[in-house]
């Protein structure tokens, strides 16, 4: 098998909080092929975002870094990388769409020039080169009358339409990967389904793999050929998509598909009470401790859970689970 | 459209509002002790009531409130606000002649302090531990708390007569000759102390403000946006931060033109600044009342118009606010 | 029907008084603690002060310009031999007086009319803001020069003055704070359970908004001194009546000569207006719910 596009290898991400240092990313490992489609999925708190600021370069100044770990991008190493050299594969090789459109746009610059503005960083377009190709963008992300509305303002255009400019931005200079951040989680349920089929076709036309960050298990379904399950900043499982759907070997991700209705009865048309999972996520500052920080919300809690942290189980096609009792699921 | 619209409903209500500051330079006229009857009758040396009534008559001063009030609003519409008889000269002329020595000063104390409250804030935003930042919160301080005219005054006694680098008084030296760059120079080296002085106060507030905001801005989305787009850091902070924290800071500067000036009469006062606020200063020891008024009345509309300015600059930096209204 | 069953009562933890929790807030906020205590010794000095040092301000007591320490005059004399000390010492009343007195005529006013607008909206509301933006026009201290060149420069004409040209921002923060209080629950409630406006406006809101008018106001009261300051430096003071300003005001054609009798009493203002802003901003920490939490 050759190198894959992505290959995230031991991170650790470390914030710094006001009693301490917290691992928000603890030993996490990935690969991320070309043209492949990943998923990252787990309650709020768990450091899916994180991971996405890391390759990014973008954690928060002076409170997040990267303790330790490799990032490999198409064989360069990001986590020593220049920041002139991680500026120039922002925006152009790897980019990155967020959770709040209505805020993510700038509010006092047309969204034409907020597409232009890559172009002419990245590809060194011309200003009017940079202009035309903001309206063909603007018109691949379907708004209607792309030619008028190129020169609106953020605040007059609908949620929908600010994240499908955010896309617009994000696949300009056809990037090899697409980070989106619960791309659909501030939009309406109509307009997330629209916002799904744009990312789907526009992957099939362009290639880009994508990195897809939700809580959503039907996004899940909907997008991703394999996905990931985060918990308290760890890997709690990952593998393929519909093999996990069909036989989670973590109890965490057994509690997250049950909490789903319909991903359940459209993949094998049996329908299963639907459940949700006792607790939350533990605080910051018990990240890190050497046991299943799972533990205190799962139903099959042993000794051996709260005493040392789970190593991964392997299974059959790249499934596998930080769980003691994952052979057992 | 709209836009065009919404500036002439500003330019209306401006309208309305130097009315409303005709009426209370009238009413307050009325009410004070003494007319202009006493006024020349003073100025003559005394004179006895036949002849104060006479006056009275000529100056329509024995008609009944509204009336009186009518007539001064439409002197007013033509440019007459009535006549100074301590400068034996009408009170329009002798404020046109002081207006632009004003102007200049306030107009340049609020353009630097704005533009340097800009960059200081926006520096010290991105280095809060900063030298800067340390700076802007003790301008702040002092700036609140330090009489104007005491400043002035050390500054005075710094920079011009221990150390004569700036002249002491006035706003240009009459000895001087030669051409335009000259008198350019001459007036520009004049003009230091005061626009410092009166300059300082609103820079504490302005470089305050512009960090604050500053800082919410730069831990806004959209700005994570443009550093996800690759941009370098000069265009994250000077294209897209910037912009964006212009619009509270230079809607404060409206605000304070009235304060400005009101600066400016002391700073007039203490570099003997041939302004309206020296003007003020030597027409109210004088109890010229109608210069007085007329100078409220100016002040009023170069605070107007300044109120203007600023709404149209927002206009250029926040695309918001046309539209909106 | 049966009684019902008596519910032991259990001991809650008394809740500690806002004030209590406020107090804490700002004794830890060491600068704003070194202003009040320093802001407390200027005015012991202004009630005792004249008692203590009662040298006549207006008395010329020895040669003019002896300088600070020299000849036994702490602060040295002034162009006509008066004893600065004494000026100082004297002059502290008025300032703090006129500055207390028009703050205090300010708020009034501005509570007054931001209550009103913000409570009754609609046409009340426009009238009401069109005037404080008719005020805010008018460049206060000139208007001030005018009022009390017109109607003479007696102690209350000066106060009156400046009270009456400083009251805008109060008014606007009243009236935010009226606009955002009286849409939440409990206003809602005692409207529903059938409070008069009277009680409403001042027994429910008013209150509540109080932090940030109680900040504004001791902040009023520096720029009041400050304004004083600026009144009595043009001469605009009763002349029978020694202040701090004025003893600036009429010694600046001599700063060649003497620069200590100009700079010294400006140190007087500018720490007092200091210490009482420094005070202000503790307060402002103290009484700020969000910040408290932090």
Known sequence: MSEPLLKVQNLRIELSLRDGIAPVIDDLSFELGAGESISFVGESG???????????????????????????????????????????????????????????????????????????????LSKSAAWNCAIELLDAVRIPNARRRVSDYPFQMSGGQRQRVMIAIALACEPKILIADEPTTALDVTVQAEIFDLLNELKRQTGTAIIMITHDMGAVAEMAERMIVMYAGRNAEQGPVEQIIDHPRHPYTKGLISCVPHIMATLNDERYELTEIAGIVPPLREFGQDRCLFASRCNMVSQKCLDKRPPEAIFGDGQRAACWHAGAI | MATLQSLLTRIVYAVILLVAV?????????????????????????????????IRADYGLDQPFLVQLGSYMGKVLRFDLGYSFFYNTPVTQLILQRLPATLLLVFTAQILALFIGVILGVISARKPNGIASHFVTILALFGYSAPVFWTGILLLIGFSLNIQLFPVAGMRDVTIEGGFWVHFVDIARHLVLPVVTLGSIFLALYSRLARATMMEVLGSDYVRTAKAKGLSEREVVYKHALKNSLSPVITLAGLQFSAVISGAVLVEAVFSWPGLGTLAFQSIIARDTPTILGILFFSALVVIIGNLLTDIALRFVDPRVGGKR | ??????????????????????????????????????????????????????????????????????????????????????????????????????????????????????????????????????????????????????????????????????WTAVARITRSEFLRIRELEYVTASRASGAKNGKLMFQIILPNALPPIIVQAALMVGSAILFEAGLSFLGLTDPNVVSWGQVIGSNRQYILDASYTVTIPGIAIFVTVLAISLVGDGLNDALNPKLRQR
């Open chain 3, 1 to 166: 029907m049966s009684t019902p069953p008596i519910i032991p009562m259990q001991e809650t933890p008394k809740a500690r008084h806002p004030m209590a929790e406020a107090w804490e807030m700002f004794r830890g906020n060491h600068a704003a603690m070194v202003a009040l205590v320093v802001l407390t010794l200027i005015i012991i000095t202004a009630i005792i002060g004249p008692y203590i040092y009662p040298t006549d301000p207006f008395d010329m007591v020895w040669a003019p310009f002896s300088p600070p320490g020299v000849d036994g005059f702490l602060l040295g004399t002034d162009y006509l031999g008066r004893d600065l000390m004494a000026a100082l010492i004297h002059g502290a009343r008025v300032s703090i007086v006129i500055g207390v007195a028009a703050a205090f005529m300010s708020v009034f006013i501005g509570v007054t009319v931001g209550a009103l607008a913000g409570f009754y909206r609609g046409w009340v509301e426009e009238l009401l803001m069109r005037i404080t933006e008719f005020f805010q026009v008018l460049p206060t201290l000139l208007f001030a020069m005018v009022i009390v060149a017109l109607f003479g420069a007696s102690l209350p004409m000066i106060t009156f003055a400046i009270g009456v040209v400083s």
């Open chain 1, 46 to 124: 768990c450091g899916k975002s994180m991971t996405a600021l890391g390759i990014m370069g973008l954690l928060p100044e002076k409170v997040g870094r990267i303790a330790s770990g490799t990032i490999t991008f198409d064989g360069e190493e990001l986590t020593t990388v220049t920041q002139k050299r991680l500026r120039a594969i922002r925006g152009n090789e790897i980019s990155m769409i967020f959770q709040e459109p209505m805020t993510s746009l700038n509010p006092v610059y047309t969204v034409g020039e907020q597409i232009a503005e890559v172009l002419r960083a990245h590809q060194g």
């Open chain 2, 22 to 54: 005709l009426v209370l330079n009238f009413s307050m006229m009325h009410l004070a002790p003494g007319d202009v009857a006493d006024t020349i009758s003073q100025s003559m040396g005394g004179a006895d009531q036949e002849i104060l009534d006479q």
